[in-house]
């Protein structure tokens, strides 16, 4: 980027192709004071602007090769294959879309790369220029560069004002911001430069991978600021709720409706009718998520494989659901006390609460401490008023739960516990069987073996 691209605003080439002389091709000037110095809280268009204006927007707006990128070449939900992330792309483009109409504030875009975030950027300085306005695109680090350069004698624009240029463009995108750059210098000026912005309440857009609560405390205070800034997550965050399986779920991964073995021959005939109605409580429920359904039996009945199969059901959907182990999750959350985790404590129990569709697989093999106890309750309390979809496995009986949390689950409105009666698969169940007083496990608490109440 050269000095005269710095100000990002239009001029009209002079013959020869001479930069103004007034705005050195800025396209805007700053109103002189009465003591004779320049006013740089404020940019009034200079006069040289007019004819070839749009050609010399774009060559000034420092765009480059992305002026391609329009708005008609982005798809509005983004390439995702996440429902959610589509959800979350479509809000920040319809956004950036009506901030290109009318720039207004602040628009802060957060994601990973490859999440979209620099094009939706790209797409509003195109918009601007387009029709003959002014915008300045530039990366955090390309401006640092100038900057330092700018303090070469030789320089055409001096660093005082070309600093000033870029502080009071009336439209700036910074690309690719860092919460914290590498050297002091360099953090000073990127404060210098948004305080000044922030101050004026000048129009500006700001792209990072940083998600803006890990960012500075300075930048941190500004960027919460709702009244003047707007921040959208793009692609994946540790808020995710995920279409694919964590890799530590190797196991859970194959577990699916197919392969799940509901006629086991070596079964008693009111055993393989049990798990048949199992079987069929978890499809329908797959199929159409509503309510809360608890499957109970004793370890290794099937209740994991049944809850797997309606998450991996879900995901070739391509629609959200999450697994959680209890045990697991409550250890998360003890760690995530920590002041350097992530996700956070409150990310990580926010994320389990709002779900659209949750396994809790083990509950009740928790420790049974109070603040475990709490937890939990929190989550399934949350749940319950929200009526959101929930699968819960248990080796407990209702009676052995918490009452709080026992109570809900038992709520035939909202609940449909249901027994599994089955034996351990994983053990010799024909030898099992042959045993004198073998007998399968008695339905637990007040779960019940009705059919599919969905048919």
Same mark, same amino acid.
């Given at each position: 980027? @050269? ?33 004779? $110095? ?34 008609? $070449? ?22 950036? +879309? ?16 490859? @999440? ?55 439209? !700036? ?17 990127? #404060? ?43 692609? #994946? ?8 399986? +964590?890799? #530590?779920? $190797? ?28 079987? /069929? ?31 991996? =059901? ?31 404590? #409150?990310?990580? !129990? ?56 026992? /109570?809900? !689950? ?27 007083? =073998? ?14 109440? +969905?048919?």
């Amino acid at each position: 980027m @050269s000095a005269d691209t710095t100000a990002g605003s239009s001029s009209a080439e002079e013959p020869n192709n001479r930069l103004c002389s007034r705005c050195r091709g800025a396209g805007f000037v700053y109103p002189t004071l009465p003591d004779g $110095k320049p006013d740089y809280t404020k940019a009034t268009r200079c006069n040289c602007t007019g004819t070839g204006r749009v050609r010399n927007q774009i060559q000034l707006s420092n765009l480059g090769a992305l002026a391609n990128l329009t708005f008609e $070449k982005l798809t509005p939900q983004g390439l995702s294959g996440n429902i959610l992330v589509q959800g979350r792309y479509k809000e920040a483009y319809e956004a950036t +879309r009506q901030f290109a109409a009318n720039p207004c504030g602040w628009l802060v875009l957060t994601g990973a790369p490859g @999440s979209g975030k620099t094009h939706l950027a790209a797409a509003i300085a195109a918009e601007r220029l387009s029709g003959g306005e002014s915008a300045l695109f530039v990366t955090a680090a390309d401006l640092l560069d100038h900057l330092r350069t700018s303090f070469n004698p030789d320089s055409q624009l001096p660093y005082d004002r070309f600093f000033y240029q870029v502080k009071g463009t009336p439209l !700036l995108i910074l690309d690719d911001l860092v919460s914290r750059a590498a050297t002091p210098w360099a953090q000073e000026k990127l #404060d210098q430069l948004l305080n000044y912005r922030y101050l004026h309440e000048l129009p500006t857009v700001i792209t990072t991978e940083t998600d803006h609560a890990d960012m500075s405390e300075r930048w941190f205070s500004r960027l919460g600021n709702s009244h003047l800034v707007r921040v959208f997550s793009l692609g #994946d965050t540790v808020g995710d709720l995920d279409l694919s399986w +964590r890799a #530590d779920f $190797k196991l859970q991964q194959t577990m699916t409706f197919g392969n799940f073995d509901h006629h086991r021959l070596n079964l008693s005939q009111e055993v393989r009718d049990n798990l048949e109605r199992a079987y /069929s409580l978890a499809l329908g429920f797959a199929q159409d998520p509503s309510g809360w359904l608890v499957f109970q039996g004793m370890t290794g009945a099937g209740k994991t494989h049944l809850a797997a199969a309606i998450v991996n =059901y879900r995901y070739q959907a391509h629609q959200p659901a999450m697994f959680v182990v209890v045990p697991e999750f409550l250890d998360h959350l003890r760690s995530s006390f920590s002041s350097d985790a992530r996700p956070t404590y #409150d990310q990580l !129990l926010e994320r389990v609460k709002v779900t659209p569709l949750l396994v809790l697989d083990d509950f009740g093999e928790q420790s049974a401490t109070p603040w475990a106890q709490e937890k939990l309750y929190q989550v399934l309390n949350y749940r319950y008023n929200a009526q959101l979809p929930t699968v819960i496995t248990t080796s407990r009986s209702l009676e052995e739960l918490e009452n709080r949390i026992s /109570s809900r !689950l038992a709520d035939r409105k909202m609940s449909t516990p249901f027994n599994i009666i089955a034996p351990d698969y994983r053990t010799d169940i024909t030898v099992n069987q042959g045993k004198r007083g =073998y007998r399968p496990r008695p339905s637990l608490g007040r779960a019940n073996t009705r059919t599919n109440p +969905r048919g």
